[in-house]
């Protein structure tokens, strides 16, 4: 049997501070996170204590100023332990994601007192937050959005519907857009709506190829009132809020992918050196090895592609072109990967006996969620060449 295999991923970290970090990531999520990965998948069970867990170990709140209870981390080394979370469970990982995005608005866009009355609660309290932008009728073209927000001395009513929303019925707490104007991008604003308002109730979780263990449901406002203390940002300005907080999404969805590819590949790696055919262990035919490769070649470029992108916001400079490709690059990439790694295993991949099938499905959602990789291109291109139509 060859002697090669899979090892951890060789980090370039910037400090000392953030190897620890990772250290104390990977022990975690062997110890506490991948053993019980896929039967909690297969069963549907969200692991609300893992991510109570993940509080405690300040894991929720990295890329967030420590004056508020954040870790202060960049988002170079954030993104990396995210990439580690969702390699040992996609729906912890993308948890994290998720939970990060929706504190955007408030850490972004809320006043200092806002901040200071919810923030360390959201960071470090044990709370677990959602996003809601998406509606039934309104997914790409998110500024066409319909939920309503009419105000009334200094509360707001929200009455309408939200689809797609991770983490929907059993979040503390959600980032809500609706529409507080006319039509289009510049009539939307942003609240921060308590799980348990009145007049809030989730519908039965989505049925999906995967990640059955992260609930994905509809969202119903019912005359949901939320004081305008909680209003985030200016009126008018919820659509800026929404795009800028996507932007820093993507990346956490590229890092989610490229965890899941990168544990395709080890389960790959590990299955081919010790299967033996013809006398020999997989691993050591040519046309298995070139998969192997251009796997690990696609992985590496990913996670490049990402870090780049984490770098430029890092240091304020404009990436949201960057943060599409790599969103787009790396969630390609998971596809292909863990394709090629139910391949690899033959006739076993394709069992639940092993998790390359399980990998393979989940790969999928991410080429939707966070924008569909067809709106990355449009994005790039517009970059690159501008609006469409002038």
């Known amino acids: 049997?060859?002697?090669?295999?899979?090892?951890?991923?060789?980090?370039?970290?910037?400090?000392?501070?953030?190897?620890?970090?990772?250290?104390?990531?990977?022990?975690?999520?062997?110890?506490?996170?991948?053993?019980?990965?896929?039967?909690?998948?297969?069963?549907?069970?969200?692991?609300?204590?893992?991510?109570?867990?993940?509080?405690?170990?300040?894991?929720?709140?990295?890329?967030?100023?420590?004056?508020?209870?954040?870790?202060?981390?960049?988002?170079?080394?954030?993104?990396?332990?995210?990439?580690?979370?969702?390699?040992?469970?996609?729906?912890?990982?993308?948890?994290?994601?998720?939970?990060?995005?929706?504190?955007?608005?408030?850490?972004?866009?809320?006043?200092?007192?806002?901040?200071?009355?919810?923030?360390?609660?959201?960071?470090?309290?044990?709370?677990?937050?959602?996003?809601?932008?998406?509606?039934?009728s309104s997914g790409s073209d998110a500024a066409s959005l319909t939920t309503r927000a009419e105000r009334d001395g200094d509360v707001w009513t929200l009455n309408g519907t939200k689809a797609w929303t991770t983490h929907g019925g059993v979040a503390d707490f959600y980032t809500v857009l609706a529409r507080t104007g006319g039509s289009g991008a510049h009539g939307i604003t942003a609240f921060l709506v308590p799980g348990d308002a009145a007049g809030l109730s989730a519908a039965a979780p989505e049925r999906k190829m995967g990640m059955k263990g992260s609930p994905t449901a509809q969202l119903h406002f019912d005359g949901v009132r939320v004081p305008d203390?909680?209003?985030?940002?200016?009126?008018?300005?919820?659509?800026?809020?929404?795009?800028?907080?996507?932007?820093?999404?993507?990346?956490?969805?590229?890092?989610?992918?490229?965890?899941?590819?990168?544990?395709?590949?080890?389960?790959?790696?590990?299955?081919?050196?010790?299967?033996?055919?013809?006398?020999?262990?997989?691993?050591?035919?040519?046309?298995?090895?070139?998969?192997?490769?251009?796997?690990?070649?696609?992985?590496?470029?990913?996670?490049?592609?990402?870090?780049t992108a984490a770098r430029l916001r890092d240091a304020g400079l404009p990436f949201s072109k960057e943060a599409a490709m790599a969103k787009l690059f790396c969630t390609d990439t998971a596809m292909r990967v863990t394709t090629d790694a139910v391949q690899l295993l033959g006739g076993y991949g394709y069992t639940l006996d092993f998790p390359v099938e399980r990998y393979m499905r989940e790969a999928k959602v991410l080429q939707i969620v966070e924008g569909t990789n067809q709106i990355q291109r449009m994005v790039i291109a517009r970059h690159l060449a501008g609006p469409e139509g002038r």
């Open 1 to 136: 049997m060859t002697e090669y295999g899979p090892r951890p991923v060789d980090r370039r970290l910037p400090t000392e501070e953030a190897r620890d970090l990772m250290t104390l990531v990977r022990e975690l999520a062997e110890r506490e996170i991948r053993p019980t990965a896929a039967e909690e998948e297969d069963a549907g069970r969200f692991p609300r204590e893992t991510f109570r867990l993940l509080s405690e170990s300040g894991l929720l709140s990295l890329p967030y100023d420590e004056e508020f209870g954040g870790g202060g981390q960049p988002y170079e080394v954030y993104l990396q332990v995210v990439e580690e979370l969702a390699a040992a469970r996609l729906t912890v990982g993308l948890g994290v994601s998720v939970h990060t995005l929706a504190c955007h608005a408030l850490a972004g866009y809320g006043t200092k007192e806002q901040r200071a009355e919810h923030l360390p609660a959201m960071l470090g309290g044990g709370l677990l937050g959602a996003y809601c932008l998406s509606e039934p």
């Open 229 to 307: 203390a909680r209003r985030l940002g200016d009126e008018g300005q919820g659509f800026a809020i929404a795009l800028s907080a996507l932007d820093s999404g993507r990346l956490g969805i590229a890092a989610c992918a490229v965890g899941v590819a990168q544990a395709a590949l080890d389960e790959a790696l590990s299955y081919t050196a010790e299967r033996r055919q013809f006398g020999r262990p997989l691993v050591d035919f040519q046309g298995l090895r070139f998969m192997l490769a251009d796997m690990a070649t696609q992985i590496e470029a990913g996670r490049a592609l990402y870090l």
